[in-house]
């Protein structure tokens, strides 16, 4: 069984960062890519950023280019989110997501495992 635990959330106001950590457990996570989903209040879960095992290939949501860094320590079985430039709506739980495979792609339902989630509210 694979566990992945997120942290990292919290309140912060417009403008401001926030890093995200997930770390993985359970089973050896060779050659898997692994992303970060959010989901807002009364919204469908939306892809944020994929990477692979090598960290050679990233994908980024549109919404976030440019102000978030997807980011990963093999060694530690940890993924990072850096998010910088937060907007009142980047608000959502993020969700660390891990599949057995290293393509990155950004369908939810290509990912075997799932965090529970961390809360990010950005404040205007």
């Known amino acids: 069984q694979v566990q992945l635990v997120e942290s990292g959330g919290g309140l912060v106001q417009a403008g401001g960062s926030l890093r995200l950590s997930c770390v993985a457990s359970?089973?050896?996570?060779?050659?898997?890519?692994m992303a970060w989903f959010r989901q807002a209040p009364g919204k469908e879960r939306e892809f944020v950023a994929a990477i692979s095992w090598s960290a050679g290939r990233t994908l980024y949501a549109n919404s976030v280019k440019g102000r978030f860094t997807i980011s990963r320590d093999n060694a530690k079985n940890t993924v990072y989110l850096q998010m910088n430039s937060l907007k009142p709506e980047d608000t959502a739980v993020y969700y660390c997501a891990a599949r057995r495979y290293n393509t990155v792609v950004v369908t939810g339902n290509a990912y075997e495992y799932w965090g529970q989630g961390t809360q990010v509210t950005v404040s205007s």
């Open positions: 359970g089973r050896t996570f060779s050659n898997t890519a």
